[in-house]
């Protein structure tokens, strides 16, 4: 196993790749949905050597922006992955502009999203944001 990298996806990121990583972590989604997802998303990407191994996607606007998925595959997990991509994506975020971060989350998940960078929440919801950077 070789240092991870992380890294930006480009617009040229091969979808094929893309899927087999969500297929070994989150399986579900369409080739074409991955093309979509490289087209329409920045995506930071965590890499052992030239294989993707977690993800981190967001999608903006110029002023809000909205953390889609954290994403880490299962046998890379424990590792602080999730954590420093969650923190990539806040900032290549705030790079564009972007005043206020949200993301929606399982209950369980609200934690690490809140460790991992400035996440607040105005209830007992799973909708978090993270303000005044």
Do not use: W
Request: net charge positive; glycine share 8%; aromatic share 10%.
């Amino acid at each position: 196993m070789e240092k991870i990298k992380y890294k930006k996806l480009t617009k040229n990121f091969s979808p094929r790749k893309l899927k087999f990583f969500y297929d070994k972590s989150l399986p579900g989604k369409t080739l074409n949905q991955c093309k979509n997802v490289i087209k329409k998303s920045l995506i930071i990407g965590a890499f052992d050597g030239d294989e993707l191994v977690g993800i981190s996607r967001g999608l903006d606007d110029s002023v809000y922006g909205f953390i889609t998925d954290v994403i880490v595959r299962p046998d890379y997990r424990g590792r602080g992955m999730g954590k420093k991509i969650t923190k990539i994506i806040c900032k290549s975020l705030r790079r564009r502009g972007v005043k206020m971060i949200h993301c929606s989350t399982k209950k369980g998940l609200t934690n690490f999203f809140k460790s991992a960078e400035k996440f607040e929440n105005d209830s007992n919801d799973t909708t978090l944001y993270c303000k005044n950077f």
